[in-house]
């Protein structure tokens, strides 16, 4: 089947990621279902939806008007109004591997026979999240940052019976969308990017536990050091960069004293165990009253606008 840019695609979640994704197929030109399991849940999705139009509108990143873009995508509340001749089918719901397991058979028993059928789970295997459906030929992860509109890279994970044909195909949808994607070879948990995510996040909760600086000192550190080149070269680029025999001698002594820890930090653990689940708690590492929620939620969200159109532009002038 044809996955042109002007077939749709289905989004199955209308949560954080669901309705990002959707707008992210939305901004791309395509025709969107969004699925949701209430209409409360859809109403939430078109809110969100919305308010992110108006940001990128209000920043000069929407050349034309936001109903556009909002038209594109229709809002559904029936499983196979949702999968309705879309080529491009991506969950989003929460991350259980039972609870996955299940809702892709109801899934393919709506779906095309010749639709992509997609999670976006955040580390789970494939392989298992496919297990019980009988075409996983045509199923693999394809697992969006969030926000999804504006997170440029997708990573593509084939399951042990993914088609060649399937990789291929998400990866044409996401690159109209103007995502780049990669290819996990081999399914690890957590794939790679949340790999390095929660590598740098144990170490940060060991440094804290250790006393060796406070969180805002460490969040400060990653910021203007590791973060600031991080955009532009990865561990490999900035060893080269830097010279592979300081950074093997460097990795002799540090390594055995990193954190090797096998279970999620205990200041952590306190902080859950008190419901201070950061920001949506208003108290987490930080406190987060309304003003700095609306501080630091506009700041991310604008320096990610302004990298969004800084790659839509060079994807053009190409
Ligand atoms: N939040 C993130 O930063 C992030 C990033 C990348 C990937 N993911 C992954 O994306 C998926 C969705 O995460 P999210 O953060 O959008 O979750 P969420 O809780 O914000 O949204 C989940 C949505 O799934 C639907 N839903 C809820 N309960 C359901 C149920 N019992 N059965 C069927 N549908 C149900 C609803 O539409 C709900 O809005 C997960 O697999 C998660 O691991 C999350």
New binding site residues.
Partial sequence: MDSGPYQPVAVL??????HSIALAAALAGRPVRLW??SPE?LAQARRRILEKLRTLSAEGALPAGEEGVLNRIKFVESLSAGVDGAVLIVE????DLA?KQA?FCDVESQCGRDAVIAS???GLSPTAIFERIASPDRALVA????PAHLMPLVEVVPGRCTHPNAIRRVIDTVGQMGKRAIVVHKEVPGYIGNRLQYALFREAQYLLEQGVASAADIDLAAELTLGRRLGVTGPFRTADMGGLDVFEAISAYLFPTLSAGREPGGELRALVSQGAVGEKAGRGFYPWPDEEMRRMDGARERDLIRRWVQDRDASTDE
């Fill in positions: 979640g209308a949560g954080t990621m669901g949701g399991i849940d989003a719901i929460p991350e609870h809702f976006n789970s955040s697992h969006f940052w969030n």
